[in-house]
């Protein structure tokens, strides 16, 4: 459960900002992402080097 303590005079929006933020890092969201639909772990592990390579050459040209 997620407690966001408002000091005396505090804007509610200040608060669900602070709420928004701290039910963010928590990665609630991106696992019923996941779990909705399920990726192998090899499908999983071609998608990160893909975008490693993808990355590489954005560096290479870069320079």
């Not at 505090?10 to 990665?27: D, P, S």
């Not at 990726?39 to 870069?62: D, F, T």
Request: proline share 3%; aromatic share 6%.
């Amino acid at each position: 459960m997620i407690i966001v303590p408002i000091k005396d005079g505090e804007n509610i929006e200040r608060a669900l900002k602070k709420f928004k933020r701290k039910f963010e890092k928590t990665g609630v969201i991106r696992e019923l992402r996941d779990r909705k639909n399920f990726e192998k772990p090899s499908v999983k592990r071609r998608a990160q080097v893909m975008k490693a390579i993808y990355v590489k050459h954005l560096q290479i040209s870069e320079e």
